[in-house]
């Protein structure tokens, strides 16, 4: 043996190894200092060896099962009776067979079978799920459905869901920032025409129908026709995404939900979209309060009744229940669900709202409505406020709580200039819709319209640095109506009455640039009650007396902002600068603009401020931006006239004593 401990060859009289003579003339070595091995092998003992006897079973090692983060709970504890007391095998299969009832067909006595786990990997699929998990012989026609197992890939991480997505869905590819680029087909934003409400005994009554309506009846049966489509396609497939999650991060009026849908693209934007429940909450998540059966990829029917094309989205009120058919959009369950929402929480009092949100430091919550080019997601995310959420609230007897869990930005022409957050945001967990990317460097170019320019990213709230977890708030202090009026004549900012602020929430307006025709821009007026006419069920005024009654209650302060044009309309007078509405924004969160004086407008009869700090006094009258002044007056009573023909689909219907509150809020429109 050599000095150092190694072994070398035998040379004359050296001792350290001896060499034995082998057939082919090469020395056998063998070492001192340890005996040798009966079966004449020499190891390697630098490390112990793996425990595994194949490649497969090492490869199994890698991954270890998620243990209960939480110990069986006894049943003096809270939460579901039916998960209590319980062994994990037993959660297990009350939780399949919960699904399973999710699945059921209406035409069969019982649900598919169900076991959980990748049917590309059965070796690793709980086994007491198959075992233990027995179904009675259906007394109808026996299906292929029937007879086989349908795998349930529920609440997988987005790391999974990655792995899902990259293998099997056509058009997924990680990004250079490690987004998940995806496409959602032939439908690249939603279908407000093919989406259909089942008016019954109870909806016929409490829901918003006819002219101005976005609620388009259906009757129960076609909703069951288009339901046992959706189910007895998604039980057809080898597999199936299962999402158990929550909406409304107030922890009193939170909704469970859940979402069955073929692709992992649509379960990581739920993920993102609704709220995580911790495990603790999983384990005692129970029967969903909400279900939907995303079959995006499988049209409906067309010679079924009240079908006017291949897509379907169908919400079912008395069954909690929504069909998607013929649309991959993903959108379509964001705010289907957000349509739920505006129907559930106003039978509790509380007010459902498609707005942003945020807090100062001292508490003071704002919130922020505007239609799409008025700057809600701008003026919402201050990194001297946190962000409470970007688009979808409750206003209940605790405050305001975000609806959501993630946010869903537009992301055509996107910089890290413009909205450095939304820009951070897109990395590894976020889904990217329909955006174009360079083929070999993966990075997206934010400015293709090749596609659609309705590009968007889906990312966890917690993806934007000062956002306020749990996403909750004390009661609004101001609330804040955006309109980009490119008419040139509403004011930067008006202090508005209870019936003023009821007035502009119901009309919604904004007004957007028309096309370029023989040289002429024409702005066009744009109205959408309450700022999202798309998503509300009952009438609008119901909403407003909700939101007036609120304000009075809690001391808030309506403001209408204008961040469109001064000084003539679009095409002669200038956009007002962001730098003058941020002044003012902050004048608002601060409350000073409570403390400055104020003078009436003529026609809409606002109340405007004389002067606010860094803001030029001048252009907050607008006829004092205008060089002629009477296309001033002529272009305002223009304007005035569209609002009060909008207002004329409102104006028959009575809310209040006597119908008084429907004559406030009428008298508290334009006058002339």
């Known amino acids: 043996m050599a000095e150092n401990g190694e072994f070398s060859f035998a040379h004359g ?8 003579a082998v057939p082919n003339g090469l020395p056998k070595i063998q070492t001192r200092g340890e005996k040798k091995p009966e079966n004449g092998i020499c190891h390697d003992d630098s490390a112990p060896p793996v425990k595994a006897k194949t490649i497969d079973e090492l ?72 075992e233990h998990h027995h179904y009675p012989t259906p007394t109808i026609s026996v299906s292929d459905s029937s007879l086989k197992f349908t795998h349930v890939l529920y609440n997988l991480s987005p790391a999974e869901l990655y792995e899902q997505a990259i293998k099997y869905e ?38 918003w129908w006819g002219k101005g309506s976005p609620n388009i009846e259906m009757d129960e049966h076609t909703f069951l026709v288009n339901r046992e489509r959706a189910v007895d396609y998604l039980n057809s497939l080898d597999k199936v995404f299962v999402n158990d999650q929550f909406l409304n991060w107030d922890p009193e009026h939170r909704i469970k939900v859940r979402i069955v849908s073929a692709r992992a693209y649509h379960s990581l934007f739920m993920h993102n979209m609704c709220i995580r429940p911790t495990p603790e909450e999983l384990e005692d998540f129970g029967t969903p309060d909400f279900t939907i059966y995303n079959a995006g990829q499988f049209a409906c029917n067309r010679y079924t009744h009240y079908m006017t094309s291949s897509t379907s989205i169908d919400l079912n009120l008395a069954r909690k229940e929504m069909v998607i058919l013929g649309t991959q959009y993903a959108g379509e369950m964001k705010k289907g669900l957000f349509s739920v929402m505006h129907y559930l929480m106003p039978k509790r009092n ?47 007897e605790n405050g305001i709580s975000n609806i959501e869990g993630g946010c869903y930005a537009k992301c055509i022409d996107l910089s890290k200039e413009k909205e450095p957050d939304i820009w951070n945001a897109i ?146 007078g200038k956009r007002i600068k962001l730098a003058y509405t941020r002044k003012i924004i902050d004048a608002i969160h601060s409350g000073s603009l409570l403390k400055v004086n104020y003078k009436k407008t003529d026609v809409f009869g606002l109340e405007i401020p004389t002067e606010i700090e860094g803001v030029p006094p001048e252009i907050l009258d607008p006829i004092n931006t205008w060089a002629e002044k009477e296309d001033y007056k002529e272009t305002l009573l223009k304007l005035a006239g569209l609002f009060r023909k909008n207002f004329e689909v409102f104006a028959n219907y009575k809310i209040g004593q006597d119908g008084n509150l429907t004559d406030e809020i009428l008298a508290a429109g334009p006058n002339f």
């Open 59 to 130: 490869h199994s090692l890698q991954k270890k099962r998620s243990a209960p983060t939480t110990p069986i709970k006894d049943g003096s504890q809270q939460g579901s009776a039916a998960f209590a007391a319980i062994s994990e095998e037993d959660r297990q299969k009350l939780q399949l067979q919960s699904i399973s009832a999710s699945l059921a067909s209406l035409t069969r006595e019982t649900g598919p079978k169900v076991v959980r786990g990748d049917p590309a990997r059965k070796a690793e699929a709980t086994k007491v799920n198959v």
């Open 350 to 396: 509380i007010l459902s709202l498609h707005s942003g949100s945020n807090m100062g430091k001292d508490g003071d919550v704002a919130l922020f409505f505007g239609l799409s080019g008025t700057g809600k997601t701008t003026l919402s995310t201050d990194h001297n406020r946190l962000l409470i959420g970007d688009d979808e609230h409750c206003w209940s």
């Open 427 to 572: 990395k590894f967990g976020t889904v990217l819709e329909n955006i174009v990317f360079d083929e070999h460097t993966r990075e997206v170019d934010y400015s293709d319209k090749s596609v659609t320019e309705n590009t968007r990213a889906s990312y966890p709230i917690e993806y934007i640095p000062n956002a306020k977890l749990p996403c909750v708030g004390p009661h609004p202090k101001n609330v804040i109506l955006l309109a980009c009026d490119a008419f040139g004549v509403l004011p930067p900012v008006s202090k508005l009455t209870l019936p003023q602020t009821m007035y502009h929430f119901i009309s919604g307006y904004t007004a957007l640039v028309a096309g370029t025709e023989e040289g002429v821009k024409e702005p066009q007026a744009t109205f959408s009650a309450c700022f999202g006419a798309a998503f509300i069920m009952l009438h609008p005024t119901k909403y407003a007396a909700m939101l007036a009654e609120k304000m009075q209650s809690h001391g808030a302060t309506g403001w209408l902002v204008n961040t469109g044009w001064s000084g003539g309309r679009y095409g002669v």
């Open 170 to 207: 056509k058009g997924s590819f990680i990004t250079s920032t490690g987004a998940l680029a995806t496409m959602s087909g032939a439908k690249t934003g939603r279908s407000p025409r093919d989406k259909r409400v089942v008016k019954d005994e109870t909806t016929a009554n409490e829901l």
């Open 13 to 20: 009289g050296a001792k350290s190894a001896t060499a034995v």
